[in-house]
């Protein structure tokens, strides 16, 4: 019903940048709140950033700051502008989709939450 599928990850050096994309498709008109997050290896997925669809956007301390998620509604895109990157940004970065099945009817169903597959971003030291 939702497909999301991110790209812009890369290799890049400390304190650069890099922008991350999240592409919606499918049943969009149901998708409400939106988010980044990030899996280091061996460590557990994490929220870096939410945006809901009026633009409010939260952000872990962690990149308060440096990172700032943006939302085009009328494109379906989600992204991540990431700045001053450090190696501990280091992660897969997933797209999140919070999704009300049936939000176009007066019964609503039930939220779901739809993942894209993930891209690298790598920042060496």
């Known amino acids: 019903q939702v497909r999301l599928v991110e790209s812009g990850g890369g290799l890049v050096q400390a304190g650069d940048s890099l922008t991350l994309s999240c592409a919606a498709s499918?049943?969009?008109?149901?998708?409400?709140?939106m988010a980044w997050y990030r899996q280091a290896p061996g460590m557990e997925r994490e929220l870096v950033a939410k945006?809901?669809?009026?633009?409010?956007?939260r952000y872990v301390d962690s990149v308060k700051g440096r990172f700032t998620v943006s939302r085009d509604n009328a494109e379906n895109t989600m992204y991540l502008q990431m700045n001053s990157l450090k190696p501990e940004d280091t992660a897969v970065y997933y797209c999140?989709?919070?999704?009300?099945?049936?939000?176009?009817?007066?019964?609503?169903?039930?939220?779901?939450?739809?993942w894209g597959q993930g891209t690298q971003v790598t920042v060496s030291s």
């Open positions: 945006i809901g669809n009026g633009g409010d956007a």
């Open positions: 499918g049943d969009t008109k149901c998708i409400f709140d």
């Open positions: 999140n989709a919070d999704y009300l099945r049936g939000c176009e009817t007066i019964d609503p169903k039930f939220t779901f939450d739809f």
